[in-house]
């Protein structure tokens, strides 16, 4: 879907989240200016994302150090763009008068999707630059290291971590609390994902910088705040370089940070880890999602104790004749099961289209690919049973299973499908 506000603002983006392997991003208004200016233009080399919500009073200080600081090192090859989602502050509408001043930058107003790991990669995929990078817009995060980080992959680094656990350095006046937190969300990490987390020292680090070729074509799935995590687990990263760097403290604005963040990190880290492990691998190797299938047989094993459940009450209990209490029975199982789907197994696919319209249609799909399912299975049945004379009760549960898979597959595909429009 494409969203359009100002001409001047980038289309928000929806869809799989993947960074193209080459650039499709469409050529700035700002690259006419500079082709008028300097004839032949250099394409941009360097995309640095910044992600922001509310965001308003630290936007123009940041804006104005990151362009000076790139205009030295990357004179006319790099763009900054900013990921705002639709702060309440107007962020978004800042940036884009900011535009005026600052030809590289580029601004992206979301207002479909929100959260920080899925905004850094929305700005990576409408990137230029075969290096990407992200930085915090609160002034967090020192603009001096930048360079060091260029540095480093232009020495051959896949992926340059802007750290504060090596030498230089630190974090300003954190609490014993947050410090704690900090220490204890990193153990987890590593005991969870020892072989993603143990291979930069500030895992949670959100200032670094990464060859587009180590990220491109990986379908990323991210949680809450830690996408570093997403792009070790998930890239083909070989060489890192740290960089020390001390966390400022933030003068305008409010971190964003609730407990959500921690509870969001954990879940990132199991999924990773699943996804990372003999289960992912498999999967991958299958070409199939097993985990997903896992979760719908379990929603659809959930669907069959309510359908049994309420034909016992309706029928057994409540007097209503056969037909009508399996034909409620059957409606309410299904709606049990597309809320567990909708939640669970597909939650992931849902949470990108949360629209009403978007949520019925999947529900009217559901119902019908259920419907579908439903005849196939008597149809299966019957062949298995009058055709190839099994036992009764192996056909059914032959018949169940196959019917599971196609309504697990017809749903992915049609339901919860995400559609990627230009
Ligand atoms: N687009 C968008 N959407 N931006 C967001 C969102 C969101 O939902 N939430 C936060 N941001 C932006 C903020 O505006 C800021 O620019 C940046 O992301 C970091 O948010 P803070 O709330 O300031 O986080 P922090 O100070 O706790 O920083 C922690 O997380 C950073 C990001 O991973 C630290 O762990 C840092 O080291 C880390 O870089
Ligand atoms: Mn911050």
């Not at 601004?107 to 990669?121: D, N």
Request: charged share 20%; glycine share 8%; proline share 3%.
């Amino acid at each position: 879907m494409i969203t359009i506000g100002y001409t001047q603002l980038l289309p928000e983006l929806s869809g799989v989240l993947q960074v193209p392997r080459q650039s499709t991003a469409a050529k700035q208004p700002c690259d006419k200016i500079l082709e008028a200016g300097a004839g032949a233009i250099a394409p941009v080399r360097f995309s640095l994302v910044v992600p922001t919500y509310n965001e308003s009073h630290n936007l123009e200080r940041i804006v104005a150090l990151l362009s000076e600081r790139l205009d030295a090192v990357l004179p006319n090859r790099y763009e900054i763009i900013v990921v705002d989602d639709n702060s309440p502050d107007r962020t978004w509408q800042l940036a884009e008068t900011l535009t005026a001043r600052y030809p590289h930058l580029r601004v992206m107003r979301r207002q479909q999707e929100r959260g920080l790991s899925t905004a850094v990669i929305r700005g990576w995929q409408a990137a230029q630059g075969d290096v990407l990078g992200v930085i915090d817009g609160d002034l967090q995060h020192p603009p001096d290291v930048l360079q060091l980080l260029l540095d480093a992959i232009a020495q051959g680094a896949d992926l340059a971590v802007a750290s504060r656990n090596v030498d230089g350095g630190g974090v300003s006046t954190w609490s014993a609390m947050r410090r704690f937190l900090s220490r204890g969300a990193q153990l987890l990490g590593l005991i969870l994902l020892p072989g993603v987390v143990s291979r930069v020292s500030d895992p949670m680090s959100g200032y670094f910088v990464v060859r587009r070729s180590a990220i491109a074509d990986r379908s990323l799935h991210p949680l809450g705040y830690k996408i570093l995590l997403e792009v070790l687990g998930r890239g083909k990263i070989d060489e890192i370089t740290e960089v020390g760097y001390v966390f400022q403290e933030r003068e305008a604005g409010e971190s964003k940070v609730t407990w959500k963040q921690y509870r969001d990190y954990i879940r990132h880290l199991v999924r990773l880890r699943i996804s990372l492990g003999r289960l992912g691998r498999f999967s991958q190797r299958l070409n199939f999602p097993v985990g997903r299938f896992v979760r719908f047989a379990f929603v659809g094993l959930s669907g069959l104790a309510v359908d049994m459940g309420l034909l016992y009450l309706l029928h057994g209990r409540l007097g209503f004749g056969l037909t009508r209490s399996a034909i409620v029975a059957a409606e309410l199982a299904i709606i049990n099961n597309f809320f567990w789907n909708d939640r669970w197994t597909f939650g992931d696919l849902a949470q990108q289209q949360q629209q009403r319209h978007q949520v019925i249609k999947r529900f009217a799909k559901f119902n019908l690919i259920c419907l579908m399912g439903l005849m196939l299975k008597i149809l299966l049945l019957n062949l298995l049973f009058n055709g190839l004379h099994l036992n009764a009760y192996l056909a059914n549960l032959l018949a169940i299973a196959a019917v599971t898979l196609w309504n697990f597959w017809i749903n992915l595909k049609l339901s919860w499908r995400i559609t990627q429009v230009k």
